[in-house]
């Protein structure tokens, strides 16, 4: 890592400090300006040098690589630069293949897929009998080969379709940009691979930079599990994204490598995007990995800047090692808490996720006094009645919002973290630069409210300790010039001599027998369940169910309690005990013992003589079968004793009729193919030099020592990568402890093994997907060896054809014909809905209305066959256009009733109907308001919200249009638009749809206070809604009955007539009696609703007929408003 951080400094001019290592340790995270990342991209020259960030300290340039930390400097960001070295690309790569889907993109047929299935099929097994049968005495057919460098280069340029930005060249040389860039230009890239910002190459390195990720794959599963917990189909539509993106790398000749969860990039609406693994290209010669190997065994789990720690004997291999070795007295306590802390997935220096130690004394007197490791430090502060009370009033809301849904603002609990980023800011206030900590401390600088001595800071807080007060003094050295030091206790002279008194305490007796309670309390069994109630240790992360996205949190490592540490003298001693009993027993009890033994010696030979008895008559009994002449080889008896011959299965099925006997079945083989004149040959020659030479039969040559590692290989790594990486999401809580670095090989047995021993736990749909890719029914010493090549082993090897099918793919998984994977219908429909959406940028009103009409033409195939929990996945997507400015009256008006439709009026009011106002509320986007009075839309209001709801809600700002009140209000408006303008300046404004990792959240502001929005960002769930019985659907607010419904053709989307079977009655949280509806039916008549919803089922009609003629059109002149309301309009835009 550091020969790349020293050419990344030289090659591309970013100084060091804008420079750190990934957690992962595969790639580099630069903080660099915009304006020099996109100058790079469009000009396509690398500037001379990339300018420092001016006005921040190293303190807060170090706080942005963080991983939790999301709020950058105004005009920076980061990227990932992803580094390979020339020298390790200096081999040969196979370069056989098969096809990977239609290359006329044809839509796929059951008969081209088992057309493809056969001739792959046909092709694989004549490839094995070539590789078994001629290879060892033939080695004339090699498949091509090319330079990897070369491969590697016109496959990343084909896949992410970047210019190639070379460093360090001249002006006058040809750029490679151009030679490799225009072929791919046309080429759209595949929307589920995290797009490359820009490649570059200089003479000893190929630089690849990506966007920065902010969430993976792995933060979903370690640290909000429930946003994927309450349907499989958000699973099932991730693993659908990463397909896609290994089937567009595959096509374009590159593979994934042992990707795993923090290789696929997720956001908050479960859009996934794989990043390819380029480091598994690197070839490493012998002596480097050896070094590197050591290297990192010997390397501390302490690798802070600021936190020099002793660097640990090298433990044994994974967590059971590291708990023997800290049992037995090998491991220190310091460095075992820093291991469990490295596992858990703290980061030194993450103010939001930093490492933790307990604790252990308070200072007051020499020495201290030891602290009660079996509670948490925040329970020791606060006490339990307090920690009682909380748990209750929070157990009582909850049970009090338990009809909200969702994820709840009260949860029972008792500790909200164990260290907040404030305590670690107090506790770094020394090192700390005043404007951080008056961004997250204190917005005042006070440093006399700052605890003044540790035996203060000790008493104080809450939270545990950090690792530095046990290993870094130069964290009580103030560099403010008007805070003092951190005084230490008055028996220390120094912080050095601190530091040194403080590990000691660490380390001491007192500590390590009690030190597994406290583990338990952080990492353990404690976390949860009846455990944490009792201990009073309930975590509101762990306990809340929340579905937002974070990258941190609260992780268990251990299940069941931690056991002790052997360690003192008194638990061992070193001599042996006085004896209370003697030792010798008196002379009567042995006598005792000898008549017993005589006793048992008699009954054994008696119990002896009774098997050599039974084994002779054993022998006696005839055994059936034993007369029968051993078969003829190759014939295989299913016969059972006793039973005919010519006896049937009862069981089996029956099958088409078999062949006659003696029927010949002939082989078509090409034309010119002599099988046997290879046997021929073989025979003519070991004759000659048997006879002719008198020598020796020739032996079969051997085969090649490593073969070159082909693409097919690669791919078919690929695949067990995926493989591995269902297992760890469906098992992420078991493998908390697996080592972060352990190899594709390691995670592969720890994987076969979860799914062996816990069956049940694997979803019904990834079943038959594990026992594809893993092969789980075959034990593992029967597992085809794989090839060796790039470093690296290929895990195993798939046969040639499996279950009538050839080795997966990803185009095979993909197809509905496969059967391995149940993808949902809807999934291609759905996620080229997506791909609109996050491709096309609405920069203005009018790319906003065809990108909403886009969306719209694909929403009937979506929303066709689709569930609640395809909705689900939807609906974020809808609700950010609705909310907008240059989308949401375009996506009312097209897209409100189709998805109200599908949601029924419960979820409708839920998700809907505060967006909805506040597009009418909202007084910037007038040109395009019209379309929300038009009485079609107002009659699709109507039907899919309610009678109630409407008059309620949506008739005043009706009303204020007919009236005249919006137009005598310019002056408010006026304001209002000033204001909306000055929020817009201060960067409030919505952000733009389609940015990955971005959110896109309502504006909570406007509308009806009365109405209450859930962030849809955090989740969306639809479980809560209701069905309603066949036969009645829900419209104008009321029940009726099927016949009494007149046909409906209010849809824009040209959808069903029939309403969704998910729609529920609002009325349904208040029983209403037969006579009330028909009391709010006949009041509707009254109020000639029905002649009005006739005269715009009529208009909408010839709209209809209209928008068949010119559907773009369609849309603007489908109606007319009324007189009073094109008057009003007509003011306000005067």
């Not at 802390?341 to 020495?367: E, Q």
Request: proline share 8%; with cysteine; aromatic share 8%.
């Amino acid at each position: 890592m550091e020969c790349l951080l020293e050419h990344v400094e030289k090659d591309l001019g970013i100084d060091h400090s804008q420079l750190a290592a990934a957690p992962e340790g595969a790639h580099i995270i630069a903080l660099v300006p915009a304006k020099w990342l996109a100058s790079l991209k469009e000009r396509g020259v690398l500037p001379s040098l990339c300018p420092r960030p001016e006005g921040l300290s190293e303190a807060e340039v170090r706080t942005c690589f963080q991983h939790s930390v999301q709020k950058l400097p105004p005009g920076w960001t980061r990227v990932e630069i992803h580094g390979l070295r020339k020298d390790r690309l200096c081999y040969l790569l196979a370069m056989t293949q098969g096809t990977h889907g239609d290359p006329k993109g044809r839509p796929e047929t059951l008969h081209r897929f088992m057309q493809h299935v056969a001739s792959q099929n046909y092709r694989n097994l004549w490839a094995r009998a070539h590789r078994l049968y001629v290879q060892p005495y033939h080695h004339a057919h090699n498949p091509p080969v090319a330079p990897i460098l070369e491969v590697l280069r016109a496959a990343l340029q084909k896949l992410y379709g970047c210019p190639l930005v070379q460093v360090g060249r001249s002006a006058s040389c040809p750029s490679p940009a151009k030679e490799w860039g225009s072929p791919s230009r046309g080429r759209q890239p595949c929307p589920s691979v995290l797009p490359a910002e820009v490649m570059l190459e200089s003479s000893e390195m190929l630089y690849v930079l990506f966007p920065y990720v902010q969430y993976s794959l792995h933060d979903i599963v370690t640290f909000s599990p429930a946003k994927l917990s309450n349907s499989h189909a958000k699973l099932l539509f991730i693993l659908f994204q990463i397909l896609q993106a290994m089937q567009a790398c595959h096509g374009a000749g590159l593979a994934c490598g042992a990707f795993s969860l923090h290789e696929v990039a997720v956001d908050e609406k479960l859009c996934a995007q794989l990043r390819v693994r380029l480091q598994d290209y690197e070839q490493m010669p012998k002596e480097e990995g050896k070094e590197a190997a050591r290297g990192s065994a010997d390397r501390s789990p302490v690798a802070g800047e600021r936190s020099p720690a002793e660097k640990p004997a090298a433990p044994l291999e994974g967590l059971q090692g590291l708990v023997l070795d800290w049992v037995n007295g090998r491991l220190s306590n310091f460095d075992y808490l820093m291991h469990l802390n490295r596992l858990a997935g703290r980061r030194v220096g993450d103010p939001n996720y930093h490492p933790v130690l307990p604790w252990v004394v308070d200072f007051t007197t020499k020495n201290g006094k030891f602290r009660d490791l079996r509670k948490s430090k925040f329970r020791l502060n606060k006490g339990d009645k307090q920690l009682d009370f909380t748990y209750e009033m929070t157990k009582q809301a909850f049970v009090a919002g338990g009809s909200l849904g969702a994820e709840q603002p009260h949860v029972p609990h008792h500790i909200s973290d164990v260290l907040s980023d404030i305590t670690y800011y107090v506790y770094t206030a020394r090192r700390t630069p005043k404007a951080v900590l008056c961004s997250h401390v204190r917005s005042q600088w006070e440093p006399n409210e700052y605890p003044a001595n540790m035996e203060r800071m000790q008493a104080w807080t809450p939270d545990e300790c950090i690792p530095e007060f046990y290993s870094d003094p130069t964290i009580f050295k103030s560099i403010h010039p008007d805070m003092l030091d951190l005084e230490v206790p008055a028996w220390c002279g120094s912080c050095e001599e601190f530091v040194a008194a403080h590990r000691a305490l660490l380390e001491s007796w007192e500590v390590s027998q009690d030190l597994h309670h406290w583990i338990d309390l952080t990492f353990g069994y404690k976390l949860v369940g009846k455990d944490a109630v009792r201990e009073k240790n309930v975590c509101l992360h762990l306990v809340d169910s929340h579905t937002h996205l974070t990258s941190y949190g609260v992780v268990q490592l251990f299940n069941q309690p931690h056991p002790r540490r052997l360690a003192g003298s008194l638990l061992l001693p070193a001599e042996a005990p006085l004896a209370v009993k003697p030792l010798i027993p008196p002379v009567e009890e042995t006598r005792v013992l000898e008549d017993v033994k005589d006793q048992l010696a008699d009954g054994v030979g008696e119990l002896f003589l009774e098997v050599e008895q039974g084994a002779e008559a054993l022998e006696a009994i005839p055994v059936a079968g034993r007369a029968v002449e051993p078969l003829a080889p190759g014939v295989l008896s299913v016969q059972s004793s006793g039973a005919p011959a010519d006896s049937k299965h009862p069981g089996r099925r029956a099958k088409a009729p078999v062949q006659a006997e003696g029927a010949e079945v002939k082989i078509v083989l090409p034309e010119g193919c002599n099988v046997l004149q290879a046997l021929e040959e073989l025979e003519r020659l070991n004759a000659f030099v048997l006879k002719g030479l008198h020598g020796k039969l020739l032996e079969p040559e051997q085969p090649l020592s490593t073969p070159p590692l082909g693409l097919s290989a690669q791919f078919q790594r690929d695949m067990q990568a995926l493989g591995v990486l269902v297992t760890e999401i469906i098992f992420a809580s078991k493998l908390r402890a697996l080592n972060p670095g352990a190899t594709l090989q390691e995670r592969l047995q720890v994987a076969r093994r979860l799914c062996r021993y816990h069956p049940k736990e694997i979803p019904t749909p990834l079943q038959h997907l594990l026992e594809t890719l893993l092969r789980l029914s075959v034990p593992d010493g029967q597992l085809s060896g794989g090839q060796t090549g790039l470093g690296k082993t290929l895990l195993f090897a798939y046969e040639p054809v499996w279950q009538g099918l050839p080795p997966p793919c990803p185009s095979q998984l993909l197809s509905p014909f496969g059967a391995v994977l149940p993808f949902p219908p809807y999934f291609p429909a759905l996620h080229k809905f997506i791909f609109t959406y996050l491709s096309r940028k609405a920069e203005d009103e009018g790319q906003g209305r065809e990108l909403v009409f886009q969306l719209w033409q694909q929403l009937e195939g979506v929303l066709r066959d689709n569930t609640p929990e395809g909705l689900e996945i939807l609906l974020p997507f809808v609700l950010a256009l609705m909310s907008e400015e240059k989308t949401a009256v375009h996506t009312a008006w097209y897209l409100f009733e189709p998805i109200a439709k599908a949601l029924g009026p419960k979820n409708s009011l839920k998700y809907l109907l505060k967006l909805l106002i506040a597009a009418y509320e909202s007084p910037r986007g007038l040109h395009g308001r019209f379309y929300l009075y038009t009485d079609c839309f107002v009659a699709q209001l109507l039907t899919r919200l309610g009678l109630q709801l409407f008059l309620s809600h949506v008739l005043p700002h009706i009303l204020q249009v007919l009236v005249g009140v919006e137009g005598s209000a310019q002056e408010e408006n006026g304001a209002l638009l000033l204001g909306a303008a000055e929020d817009d300046e201060s960067g409030e404004g919505s952000p733009v749809p389609g940015s990955f990792g971005e959110e896109i959240k309502a504006d909570a502001d406007r509308g009806s206070g009365a109405l209450e929005l859930l962030d849809y960002m955090s989740g969306v769930s639809l479980h809560d809604q209701g069905y309603l019985p066949e036969g009645e659907d829900f419209q104008n607010g009321l029940y009726v009955a099927e016949s009494l419904q007149e046909p409906e053709s209010l849809s824009l989307g040209h959808l069903s007539d029939k309403s969704s079977t998910s729609e529920v009655s609002l009325g349904e949280d208040r029983p209403a009696a037969d006579g009330e509806s028909l009391k709010d039916k006949a009041s509707l008549e009254s109020l000639d609703s029905s002649q009005d919803l006739k005269h715009s089922e009529e208009e909408e009609e010839q709209g209809q007929r209209d928008r068949e003629e010119d559907p773009e059109e369609a849309p603007v002149a489908a109606e007319e408003l009324p007189g009073s309301v094109e008057a009003s309009l007509a003011e306000e835009e005067e």
